[in-house]
């Protein structure tokens, strides 16, 4: 009897164990790089299907959503449409309209071949990029065709590959920015009247250092026979508000992520250059990569979307699941998993938002998973924001509530940390520092402790400075009186 109430504690405290960390748990990670629980900051509202839009087919193999508003564009690439979605006030998405023809300057109905991406521009014309037929069309908001963006004419373009253009953007110029497949020269950038202007955010080279050796060491006919060493291409890319392209890539070394060469994400200026801070671990998904589930790759990124406080998200592929970025790098939550359950992915394709809430489509599931956020994760995005916009005093209250929620929360202690400093309680602030191991903000604390520290106490360590030097003074002129005295 005795063993079998031990068996079934053990047995408890396993499936408990089992519970706690299982796969798919919002999670972040410590100041070691060690996996850490953490409440969910996202939960999942709905997981929507074509019956649930009353589509009469369904969908097949989405690979992309685009938001503008409260309307939320899904590409329904195998059906060769796009389909319009309404996100109402009760969270819950309603069809619109179907777009699967435009009409063409011509006169003739066009059709879509395969499109892999849309993007709306805020007057409501749009940009798809229409794959297998080779161009990207700009339309109207009345499905009118304005232009084509087709292969370049061009000495910078390299002609004989099929031009496929997989992912378009466009800025407030109406300049548009194309990825297209087996182009690795960076984003093909056109000007507001369909004009190519070249290359833009060419991508580094990567390659790996055995094949560099043995390139410099093998003959003519067998170097022919190796891949060139070519720049990677982005697979997926976002516009931010105010102008910025986030990238991603998944075409890299997985050594090269914890040295930050690889950089699966980035953050691209009008020059092209890679401006994502990170003052943390590099922005690069799972730090820890095991043989989970037979998944032993690296987070490789689908796609990312970036909400209107800098925090961007972005979607792994390799594990299904989404993790969130502060605007100086650092993580903030992750969560998902692969599977068939709500919340868990078989492949996802695509990530979009409207307001705070994440919309999520699987291509090989066909459907589209709504998260809302948790109270947890709204008194994170309320605390990085408050802090963003001076409000140190509401900042802290913020960062102390969630620690309520979760009392290993790094971020929580770091943010208390930059908040104190702000108010100029200094001492408070290296308490904080000191706990999660911060040392920037410990040494910024410190310098300004120790200098508050020497002001408020000049006045006595002067005195006894002087003190020190009179009695000093006073000894020296003593012992050289009694020296004179005894030598009389």
């Not at 378009?168 to 194309?178: E, F, H, L, N, T």
Request: net charge neutral.
């Amino acid at each position: 009897m005795m063993r079998r109430k031990i068996f079934l504690l053990i047995a408890g405290l396993v499936t408990f164990s089992a519970g706690l960390f299982a796969k798919g748990d919002t999670y972040i990670y410590d100041y070691w790089s060690e996996y850490e629980k953490s409440p969910d900051a996202y939960r999942v509202s709905h997981v929507v299907y074509a019956d649930d839009l009353k589509l009469e087919t369904a969908l097949k193999s989405p690979s992309s959503l685009f938001a503008n508003g409260n309307i939320l564009y899904v590409v329904d690439t195998d059906n060769n449409r796009i389909i319009e979605l309404n996100y109402t006030e009760k969270k819950t998405l309603e069809f619109k309209r179907v777009i699967d023809r435009v009409k063409m300057k011509d006169g003739s109905e066009g059709t879509f071949s395969g499109p892999k991406d849309i993007f709306v521009n805020q007057d409501g014309s749009m940009f798809i990029a229409d794959t297998n037929n080779g161009r990207v069309l700009k339309i109207d908001k009345d499905l009118n065709e304005i232009f084509s963006l087709t292969e370049p004419d061009d000495p910078t373009y390299e002609k004989g590959k099929a031009f496929l253009p997989e992912k378009v953007v466009a800025d407030s110029k109406g300049r548009a920015y194309i990825a297209a497949k087996n182009i690795n020269k960076g984003f093909l950038k056109y000007e507001y009247n369909g004009e190519f202007q070249g290359f833009f955010g060419a991508n580094e080279v990567v390659y790996n250092v055995t094949d560099l050796i043995w390139k410099k060491l093998a003959t003519q006919a067998q170097k022919e026979k190796m891949v060139l060493f070519v720049p990677v291409e982005y697979s997926n890319c976002y516009m931010d508000r105010e102008g910025f392209i986030y990238a991603v890539t998944k075409t890299f070394e997985d050594y090269d992520l914890l040295s930050d060469k690889a950089k699966p994400i980035r953050r691209l200026n009008a020059l092209g250059k890679d401006i994502l801070v990170k003052n943390w671990d590099p922005p690069i998904g799972d730090l820890q990569w095991g043989n989970a589930a037979g998944i032993s790759d690296p987070s490789k990124f689908a796609d990312i979307t970036v909400l209107d406080n800098d925090v961007y998200l972005a979607v792994d592929e390799s594990r299904g699941r989404i993790f969130a970025y502060d605007n100086q790098g650092r993580l903030l939550f992750a969560f998902g998993g692969r599977g068939n359950i709500d919340g868990f992915f078989r492949k996802p394709a695509a990530i979009e938002h409207i307001g705070k809430d994440l919309f999520v489509v699987d291509s090989l599931n066909a459907s589209i998973t709504v998260f809302t956020p948790t109270e947890y994760g709204n008194l994170i995005y309320r605390a990085t924001e408050q802090f963003a916009c001076g409000e140190y005093d509401e900042s802290a209250e913020s960062w102390a509530k969630v620690l309520e929620y979760n009392g290993n929360y790094d971020l929580a202690y770091v943010g208390l940390s930059k908040a104190f400093l702000r108010q100029h309680k200094y001492k408070e602030a290296m308490d904080y520092a000191k706990v999660k191991r911060d040392r920037r903000n410990y040494s910024k604390a410190f310098k300004y402790y120790r200098k508050e520290w020497i002001e408020k106490n000049i006045g006595w360590i002067t005195g006894i400075i002087i003190a020190l030097i009179v009695i000093s003074l006073v000894i020296k002129v003593v012992k050289k009186i009694k020296w004179e005295l005894e030598t009389l």
